[in-house]
């Protein structure tokens, strides 16, 4: 029987964009494990949503019990009212962070998901830390390209506005 695993997620953004990172506590009985990773340019959306992600990601074990505390309402609500899965009938279309929703959805569905919002900077312990990884990671030496960032804010400057010709 798969085990139950508890995930706390945070991400930050030092400017929105800016640099960022996001920071992740997974636990299972007396398991514990933490992620976190710094980008160069990023918005606060893409790492709450990334940290969910790896989170996800870490996990080996397909059909898991999960339990998911995010302090992010764009990710809590987005689940938990059913709207991500309205933007992936319509294809993403005019949704930011379109990359980032496809692989949680895949990931989602190898696992019986529960998102849970908490209110950030309220005391919650491992929320506290999920914080304090993401800054720090946003604050590393040696920061990743967030490629999914760069090519949405590519394809926004491609062309011109047909309509301001």
């Known amino acids: 029987m798969p085990p139950d695993i508890t995930i706390y997620t945070d991400g930050?953004?030092?400017g929105n964009p800016g640099p960022g990172g996001y920071g992740v506590v997974l636990m299972s009985?007396?398991?514990r494990k933490e992620l976190s990773e710094g980008f160069?340019?990023?918005?606060?959306?893409r790492m709450e949503l990334l940290a969910v992600i790896k989170g996800l990601e870490a996990l080996k074990i397909p059909g898991?019990?999960?339990t998911i505390y995010t302090d992010s309402k764009y990710v809590a609500d987005a689940v938990t009212k059913g709207w991500v899965f309205q933007?992936?009938?319509?294809?993403?279309k005019k949704k930011k962070n379109p990359d980032l929703w496809k692989r949680f959805l895949e990931l989602?569905?190898?696992h019986k998901v529960q998102?849970?919002?908490?209110k950030g900077h309220n005391n919650i312990r491992e929320n506290e830390r999920c914080d304090r990884l993401a800054?720090?990671?946003?604050?590393?030496?040696?920061?990743?390209?967030d490629t999914g960032y760069i090519a949405s804010q590519q394809d926004n400057t491609l062309f011109d506005n047909p309509e301001k010709g």
């Open 108 to 110: 989602f569905r190898q």
């Open 12 to 14: 930050a953004a030092r």
């Open 135 to 145: 800054v720090e990671a946003s604050y590393g030496k040696n920061l990743k390209e």
């Open 87 to 92: 933007w992936e009938q319509k294809g993403f």
């Open 29 to 31: 009985g007396k398991r």
């Open 64 to 66: 898991s019990r999960v």
């Open 40 to 45: 160069r340019l990023t918005t606060n959306n």
């Open 115 to 118: 998102l849970v919002w908490v």
